[in-house]
């Protein structure tokens, strides 16, 4: 294949072999092919039977998804890179979706079987694409992949720290979350502003919670838009009785909190609140 280097600012030629990069849709080419090999080696591939990976690009970490397992999906939105993969790619042929991942409805790809999920995602989607997995956790049960360095350590940070937060009690809540390395700008064509991290997620045997999930949600997530405040002041909009608020949890801050705490919390709140109000 000849060596492409797609940059932001200069349109495609009639010579060009590769896909142009466009910035809006988060395209950053992975170049180094002991990355992609890594990347592809973090998922057991064991429980499962189909793979899809979000945004191949030019499908530099697809061909080593191929070596894993032979049912691996791809979605892609970008028609150019659809068109790459349809050429270069003829037995992805039928698996490849030119479609939005946060729009499509993936059980019309994969009915109601398990799957994994893996990619070099594009970052400006990259909480939503969490929060699609978290939504259909019950049909993955893996999920790993390249983030922003900052937001893979988000979603794997424990509490008592400065950047524990929504996504990752949310996370943590159903899934085992690892942070396993760190990628170079250098490694991509063309270069991110910030270094990469690549994060694995195993989901829990019991990934259903002991509480009402949508209170739960509503919880961490409203504790947290006042992450400064004490959980008594953040959760004054649930109008609780004054005996339950005196409850020494109340006390204290968001961030202090791990999902099992935010879980034995949704307990002691569930009989006044009324779920997804
Ligand atoms: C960071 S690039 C990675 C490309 C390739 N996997 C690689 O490693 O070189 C992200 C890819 O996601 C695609 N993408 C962006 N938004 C998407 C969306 N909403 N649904 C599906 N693919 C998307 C982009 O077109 C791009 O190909």
């Known amino acids: 294949m000849k060596k492409y280097k797609p940059n932001f600012n200069k349109p495609s030629s009639n010579d060009d072999q590769g896909v142009r990069a466009k910035k809006h849709l988060g395209q950053h080419f992975l170049t180094d092919e002991n990355i992609a090999s890594k990347i592809a080696d973090t998922l057991s591939y064991e429980g499962y039977e189909k793979v899809l990976e979000i945004g191949p690009g030019m499908g530099v970490l697809t061909k080593y998804l191929l070596e894993k397992k032979s049912d691996v999906h791809v979605i892609e939105i970008d028609t150019e890179s659809v068109e790459y993969l349809e050429s270069n790619y003829l037995h ?39 929060f699609k997995v978290l939504q259909m956790r019950d049909q993955i049960p893996e999920f790993s992949g390249m983030f922003q360095k900052e937001v893979a350590k988000r ?49 829990k045997n019991n990934f259903t919670l002991p509480c009402d999930e949508k209170l739960f949600f509503r919880v961490v997530k409203t504790a947290f838009n006042q992450r400064r405040k004490t959980i008594r002041n953040s ?23 791990s999902f099992q705490r935010f879980i034995e919390l949704t307990q002691m709140i569930e009989p006044y609140a009324i779920s997804g109000k």
Do not use: M, W
């Not at 950047?163 to 063309?190: D, H, R």
């Not at 009785?241 to 202090?256: K, S, T, V």
């Open 92 to 130: 992805l042929r039928g698996r490849i979706h030119e479609k939005d991942f946060l729009k499509h409805d993936l059980t019309e790809i994969f009915q109601q079987e398990q799957f994994a999920i893996i990619g070099n995602f594009p970052y400006n989607i990259s909480t939503q694409i969490v």
């Open 235 to 257: 959760l004054k909009i649930l109008n609780l009785p004054d005996n339950l608020r005196e409850d020494a949890i109340f006390g204290l801050r968001p961030e202090q909190l």
């Open 155 to 203: 979603i794997c940070e424990k509490e008592g720290n400065k950047t524990y937060g929504i996504l990752s009690v949310l996370t943590q809540a159903f899934y085992e979350a690892e942070y396993l390395f760190t990628v170079p700008p250098s490694v991509f064509n063309p270069p991110p502003k910030v270094d990469s991290g690549v994060l694995r997620l195993t989901r």
